[in-house]
């Protein structure tokens, strides 16, 4: 028997469609049920569905107002406030094309995005690094838009392109994934398959509203499904939230694993009577961190897994846990298998992890990249870099990436990303970058160098700084008298780690 599931009990995204007016569907009829709500200590900002719908359609009436025109690209540099997601929709309601980014990257790293991009707009927090740009749209006018008359939705093609987020790729050079608008209409899976989100939940997720899975899991899915958003104000720690979601009847928790970590370091029991259950994507979640919160909290963490070409596709959920040891299966509706050479390999046998090229959350392609995407492609399926093994019952236990990306914080790091720019280091002669376990379950980025001497730690760290977003600047700085190499000269990063866990 081979490892492929079934593809059931989907219906086909309807046409013609908007990715915005999806998520406001039930707006109209909700009106004043609170849609979002961001909370703090002391404070609350609410957002009926009503204004939320109103600010959007301003929104866009604003970003056509100013000359552009459907299918432009349009470079958002927001911070980590409501502006973000009602720009977002805002630009897909008017049939633009938005290209959310992370407020930690630099300004040489947006710089480079924007020569290949060539965004018509850039809407731009002035908190937020990014180059001067005259078709910058600054954050007060991008504000006045919502009072704006509503505009209509633009609706077309389901399979159009709708947005582009970059992730890094494994030449080094960030890659643009375009998404298309049915997009939003293939998380209906997830709601079935991992979520359990019902009208009535109220959602708290603990991330920043610019990032993606934020964006996706903390506030689009909740709004379509006609549920709450609570997002933590800027500046709530971790240890805090506990509080907050049993002050504001938080129903379901979404966090990174790290997340769960830094709460359970503060808190040998978690009061929330409201909780039904957390959820955890962006890297693996360690079996302790979920066995620690189910006894503090007495709610299990049901994980997911996904990637920035493809939302999430493997999970478990209320009703179909995970197996001690496995992702969790295939969301209905998916079509996932575990490809060998000669394609899908037998049930036990360990593949790659697999999408079927017609999934509707499958990414349409790289901007600009057709090679690149052709060579994700093995036939039908959609290779994802991870390598899997499924069981009789269909779960599918996660046995790691067969190249040498890594993960930090949720965010996918190219090692050779990283090598480039420290390698412009004066001294350093070569350099490689590996994710490197410090302490069980927890691991960092280390850039392990040459040089005729060990450099200045804190001069490293502050070129980084200037150079790289937070998330990609190793913690780490190792001085080598020479780098493992193969026999054909090729840099060998899993032999760094290896080396530097044997001497821990």
């Not at 432009?72 to 929709?89: H, I, K």
């Not at 349409?364 to 057709?370: D, F, N, T």
């Not at 960092?444 to 977003?469: C, K, R, W």
Request: with cysteine; net charge negative; proline share 8%.
């Amino acid at each position: 028997m081979l490892s492929v599931s079934a593809s059931t009990g989907f219906a086909p995204c309807p046409a013609p469609f908007n990715l915005a007016a999806h998520v406001l569907g039930r707006a109209a009829d909700l009106g004043d049920k609170t849609a979002l709500a961001i909370v703090g200590p002391d404070s609350v900002e609410a957002w009926r569905f009503d204004q939320l719908e109103a600010a959007v359609r301003g929104t866009a009436t604003g970003l056509l107002g100013i000359g552009l025109r459907p299918g432009d690209f349009v470079l958002m540099r927001l911070g980590n406030t409501v502006d973000f997601p009602l720009a977002y929709l805002g630009a897909l309601a008017a049939g633009l094309v938005p290209v959310p980014t992370a407020a930690a990257l630099t300004e040489p790293e947006v710089a480079a995005i924007i020569a290949t991009l060539a965004p018509k707009a850039i809407l731009r927090d002035p908190a937020v690094p990014c180059p001067p740009n005259d078709t910058t749209v600054d954050l007060a006018q991008l504000r006045s838009m919502r009072d704006l008359p509503a505009a209509p939705w633009h609706v077309g093609d389901p399979d159009r392109l709708g947005y582009i987020i970059y992730t890094s790729g494994t030449s080094g050079r960030p890659s643009a994934v375009m998404h298309a608008h049915r997009a939003i209409w293939a998380r209906q899976m997830m709601v079935r398959g991992w979520y359990d989100l019902k009208p009535e939940d109220r959602v708290m997720h603990a991330g920043a509203f610019n990032w993606t899975y934020t964006l996706g899991t903390g506030l689009m899915d909740p709004w379509t499904a006609g549920a709450t958003a609570l997002i933590p104000a800027a500046g709530v720690a971790p240890a805090d939230l506990p509080a907050l979601m049993a002050r504001h009847e938080a129903s379901l928790f979404a966090a990174a694993p790290g997340v769960y970590r830094q709460i359970l370091k503060r808190h040998d029991r978690i009061n929330v009577p409201s909780l039904r259950h957390g959820l955890s994507a962006g890297e693996k979640l360690p079996s302790a961190v979920a066995r620690a919160w189910q006894a503090a909290s007495g709610t299990p963490i049901f994980e997911a897994y996904g990637m920035s070409e493809c939302s999430t596709f493997l999970s478990a959920s209320p009703d179909r846990p995970a197996r001690a040891g496995t992702l969790g299966q295939p969301q209905d509706g998916r079509r996932i298998a575990l490809i060998g050479t000669e394609g899908p390999v037998e049930i036990g046998q360990e593949g790659t992890i697999a999408i079927h090229k017609s999934d509707p959350g499958l990414m349409l392609g790289y901007l600009g990249a057709p090679d690149q995407t052709a060579q994700k492609y093995q036939g039908d399926w959609f290779l994802t870099g991870d390598q899997g093994v499924m069981g009789t019952d269909g779960q599918i236990t996660y046995l790691g990436r067969n190249d040498d990306m890594m993960n930090a914080g949720g965010f996918r790091v190219s090692p050779i990303e990283v090598e480039q720019t420290l390698a412009k280091f004066p001294g350093i002669h070569a350099v490689g970058a590996a994710e490197v376990e410090v302490k069980p379950d927890v691991t960092v980025i280390a850039a392990f160098y040459t040089a005729d001497s060990p450099l200045d730690e804190a001069a490293l760290a502050l070129y980084a700084q200037d150079n790289m977003a937070r998330y990609k600047q190793p913690r780490l700085f190792i001085h080598l008298p020479e780098l493992p190499m193969g026999a054909n000269g090729k840099l060998l990063r899993r032999s760094l780690r290896a080396a530097y866990e044997a001497q821990r």
